[in-house]
């Protein structure tokens, strides 16, 4: 059993930063992908960012990219995503996930455990 814990999220104004931070107890972190995925009022989750096992690969949603970065700390069991540039579409509650594949992958059906999810407004 992994539990996944969400934090970081809060209201915040267009253009501004937030860092989510994601920790991972239980079984094994290190060996697997993890993802950061989203949902707004009325929409389906959509994918954000993902990054490889090892932290070497990453892979984006297009609109965040060159806005958001994905990273992990394996020593500590986390994973990060850091948002610049804010904008009032990107509010959402931000869930992180864990994937059943090594490689950075965008897809929700190969994620199998999932945080609650850490809510994120961004005012205009």
């Known amino acids: 059993q992994v539990q996944l814990v969400e934090s970081g999220g809060g209201l915040v104004q267009a253009g501004d930063s937030l860092r989510l931070s994601c920790t991972a107890s239980?079984?094994?972190?290190?060996?697997?992908?993890m993802g950061w995925f989203r949902q707004a009022p009325g929409k389906e989750r959509e994918f954000v960012a993902a990054i490889s096992w090892s932290g070497g690969r990453a892979a984006y949603a297009d609109s965040v990219k060159g806005r958001f970065t994905i990273s992990r700390d394996n020593a500590k069991n986390t994973v990060y995503l850091q948002m610049n540039s804010l904008e009032p579409e990107d509010t959402a509650v931000y869930y992180c996930a864990r994937s059943t594949s090594p490689q950075a992958v965008p897809v929700p059906t190969w994620y199998d455990y999932w945080g609650q999810g850490t809510q994120v407004t961004v005012s205009s």
């Open positions: 239980g079984r094994t972190f290190s060996g697997y992908s």
